[in-house]
């Protein structure tokens, strides 16, 4: 019988010094709601008005983006694959957004929403039920939720150039507004009537 090749002996154990300490006592550095100083030549209060809007605008797009996976996942009927692929699409530019928005809240020293609780509570738009809808549905919860960003977003942009902030104004114009208008466009047309399922010559 084949004898079996042994692991080599063990010699030293290590020293103190290699061990990591997982042992570590959490410490929050920074409060939610509160500003970092940073020399951006923009007053605290324009920047504690900016991080506000810009949170909720955040809190909306990410269940807006997570409301673009679930029909992505839960398409039905004659256009499936049609929409199944457009709605990841958007879902992808939304998820983009998610990221230029928080970062423009840490860019003016706030802190950004960011776990799906807090995000929960924060949002405006109606959650969806956990089952399945049928695709005019689902593409009406889609336009209102953008609708609802982009009624707010215009307002928050505005405010923000008001107070000397054009950076966030130009975000949220830029990226949040025309974003959602042109996939607005996209959505909306897909609720044209067609022929597809209702049996007409
Ligand atoms: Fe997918």
Known sequence: MAKKPSAAPMTD?????????????YREIQPFGTLKDLPLGLESNARAASVDALNQVLADTMT????????????????????????DKHY???????????????????????????VADATRIPRPPKGREDV????????EAHELILRYARDAAE????????????????????TNELQVWFIAEHLAETNLTRGQA
């Open 64 to 87: 807006l983006r997570d409301l673009y996976k679930k029909h992505h996942w839960q398409m039905s009927g004659a256009t499936f694959y049609q929409l199944h692929l457009l709605l």
């Open 13 to 25: 154990a290590a020293t103190d010094a290699a061990q990591p300490n997982y042992k570590i006592e």
């Open 92 to 118: 992808e530019a939304q998820a983009e957004l998610v990221d230029s928005i928080a970062e423009r809240v840490m860019t003016l020293g706030g802190l950004s929403l960011a776990m799906a609780p807090d």
């Open 159 to 178: 405010a923000a150039a008001d107070a000397g902030d054009s950076g966030t104004d130009d975000l949220l114009i830029s990226e949040v507004v025309r």
């Open 136 to 143: 005019p549905t689902q593409l009406a919860r889609l336009l």
